[in-house]
T-cell receptor, first 113, second 112 residues
Framework: DGGITQSPKYLFRKEGQNVTLSCEQN?????MYWYRQDPGQGLRLIYY???????QKGDIAEGYSVSREKKESFPLTVTSAQKNPTAFYLC????????????FGQGTRLTVV | QKEVEQNSGPLSVPEGAIASLNCTYS??????FFWYRQYSGKSPELIMF????GDKEDGRFTAQLNKASQYVSLLIRDSQPSDSATYLC????????????FGTGTQLKVEL
């Protein structure tokens, strides 16, 4: 089955630690996105990538880093510089032409303890 | 000014009524617009997309786009309790600045 997979579903981390969230897609999509969602809020764009080895900052990139070494994979690292990392993180992929939908993974809920 | 704006609600409608959800966007370079439904704790799922001025109908859903007014709407006819969710509007800008930007969402409650 084609789709986009995020792991893990739940993640706990101690303050001061870096953590990496996984996002893999087998849809052959060029574009991939990372969003953050806080309770009762919409989706805020962290980073996005249109092609391999290229990515751009979104609206709230501070404290986060990404890589795009393979078309299928777009991991997000939440660094210790991110002051309020507890949130629901969503990864999405789409074709870059904009008339087709973005498909979402099931999300990773990160909690800092 | 936010790039995509929605009224956060909640919007309450009785079962069987028409629910009207609205969205405005600031970037005139936006080319395509999407409506997603999100249940609590779940990831968004696409309802419709639209990229031409006018109306687009799919079952009980109608999306409307007015590029001159920078306005997108979603109508849900014969609203059902299962339609109760948060509805997210998204705008896609292509042409090198490709990115998909979401609004904060409107919470819809369909009451029995």
């Amino acid at each position: 089955d084609g789709g986009i997979t995020q792991s893990p579903k739940y993640l706990f981390r101690k303050e001061g630690q870096n953590v990496t969230l996984s996002c893999e897609q087998n849809l052959n999509h060029d574009a991939m996105y990372w969003y953050r969602q806080d309770p009762g809020q919409g989706l805020r764009l962290i980073y996005y990538s249109q092609i391999v080895n290229d990515f751009q900052k979104g609206d709230i990139a501070e404290g986060y880093s990404v890589s795009r070494e393979k078309k299928e994979s777009f991991p997000l690292t939440v660094t210790s510089a991110q002051k309020n990392p507890t949130a629901f993180y969503l990864c999405a992929s789409s074709t870059p032409r904009g008339t087709t939908e973005a498909f979402f993974g099931q999300g990773t809920r990160l909690t800092v303890v | 000014q936010k790039e995509v704006e929605q009224n956060s609600g909640p919007l309450s409608v009785p079962e069987g009524a028409i629910a009207s959800l609205n969205c405005t966007y600031s970037d005139r370079g936006s080319q395509s617009f999407f409506w997603y439904r999100q249940y609590s704790g779940k990831s968004p799922e696409l309802i419709m997309f639209i990229y031409s001025n006018g109306d687009k109908e799919d079952g009980r859903f109608t999306a409307q786009l007015n590029k001159a007014s920078q306005y997108v709407s979603l109508l849900i006819r014969d609203s059902q309790p299962s339609d109760s969710a948060t509805y997210l509007c998204a705008a896609y800008r292509g042409g090198g600045g490709n990115k998909l930007t979401f609004g904060t969402g409107t919470q819809l409650k369909v009451e029995l």
